[in-house]
């Protein structure tokens, strides 16, 4: 069982799974490595000056992973709840469950949709439709969120990487209670 399972690894889903991860929740990251950036070259994300996007992904990976997230390479099949009222995600060869699934499957909805979860209009170049979401990323069903393209943001790795962060702090403010806040502080040397 998890806390929080991701379904995507690109910027918008390792994003999100260095947050949650850091935080103390266990994270998995489910992926079909079939992300965008793989084919993208990169010269506007902030911090990194000019970037592949097989090195940036990468980067996102082991920062998450640094933290715990454990990143699996399975294509889900479907997402729905259980009679627990957690959140079931089967793959073509498992099930996981988790209290809180994030869907950052870039520029599609064929997941959403099967699930039932409610769809929209998009308003981006090339990305006709999108998971329809509330300000903090909930979707029609409880317990998943989406961020990122698939959640009406631009296709942009830096506004679709911190897309990722925003909804994983709505889902950790959620799951502790209160406001999460994660500010880390120089150590002195």
Do not use: C
Not at 19 to 29: H, R
Not at 56 to 76: D, I, M, P, S
Not at 102 to 107: A, E, P, R, S
């Amino acid at each position: 069982m998890y806390d929080v399972i991701i379904v995507g690894a690109g910027p918008a889903g390792a994003s999100a799974a260095l947050f949650t991860a850091k935080a103390g929740k266990q994270t998995l990251v489910l992926d079909n490595d079939q992300s965008m950036t793989k084919a993208a070259w990169v010269e506007n994300h902030y911090g990194a000056p000019e970037i592949e996007g097989p090195e940036l992904l990468k980067t996102g990976r082991e920062q998450a992973g640094k933290f715990g997230a454990e990143f699996v390479n399975k294509q889900v099949e479907d997402v729905s709840k259980t009679d627990n009222q957690r959140v079931k995600v089967e793959t073509e060869d498992g099930v996981y469950e988790a209290e809180h699934v994030i869907l950052t499957v870039g520029g599609s909805t064929k997941l959403a949709e099967s699930a039932g979860i409610d769809t929209t209009d998009g308003s981006e170049p090339r990305i006709k439709t999108i998971i329809d979401t509330d300000d903090a990323g909930k979707t029609s069903m409880e317990g998943v969120w989406a961020a990122g393209t698939v959640a009406g943001v631009s296709v942009h790795t830096i506004i679709t990487a911190g897309d990722g962060a925003k909804v994983a702090v709505n889902v950790l403010s959620e799951m502790n209670g209160e406001r999460y806040v994660d500010h880390d502080v120089l150590k002195k040397k």
